[in-house]
């Protein structure tokens, strides 16, 4: 069983957090919602879906974690802006632990530099972004960085393919 991090803030993409957290759920692993506020209810941009900060990013280690899950919608410009956040993104990176993104949530790895060289998809609206970050950017369903463990989809449409990414990654 694996303990995967998801970073959220307000006006998350729902489904985005939902769906993932329900299929990792499902496959025995331990998914931890973590912001910049422990107890602190955020709320999804799309249907509203509230959802409690379980943890702060101050009270967390990185190491503790075996993945990370990044959610998007507007929770990943949010994030992006604090450092703790970004060294808590860059150690999923430089120690070689699976980083699944969907939509806007490779704005936080653009920020914290992880993408050079990576293999990479996201909603339309970031391509060019993580393009500008060194990445190789691809519009695909699922995009699957086995050497870079970076696990991509573009929109809530993607969802099955990306749930299914993520959970066979982690077996």
């Not at 959220?8 to 025995?28: I, R, V, W």
């Not at 959610?71 to 949010?78: I, T």
């Not at 790895?109 to 060019?128: F, S, Y």
């Amino acid at each position: 069983m694996a303990r995967i991090a998801t970073v959220l803030a307000n006006l998350f993409e729902d489904s985005e957090y939902t769906e993932p957290k329900k299929a990792l759920e499902a496959a025995g692993h331990e998914v931890v919602t973590i912001g910049m506020k422990a107890g602190e209810t955020v709320r999804g941009k799309a249907e509203g879906t509230e959802v409690t900060i379980e943890k702060s990013i101050d009270e967390v280690e990185a190491k503790d974690f075996d993945a990370l899950l990044i959610p998007g919608g507007y929770s990943p410009d949010q994030l992006r802006k604090h450092d703790s956040m970004l060294d808590f993104v860059r150690h999923f990176d430089s120690n070689n632990k699976w980083i699944f993104t969907i939509c806007h949530g490779p704005q936080l790895l653009v920020n914290a530099e992880t993408l050079k060289g990576k293999d990479i998809t996201a909603v339309k609206q970031v391509a060019i972004d993580v393009k500008n970050a060194g990445a190789n950017f691809y519009d695909k369903e699922v995009v699957i960085d086995e050497a870079g463990k970076l696990i991509s989809s573009r929109t809530p449409e993607d969802l099955p393919a990306f749930d299914q990414a993520i959970v066979d990654a982690l077996k």
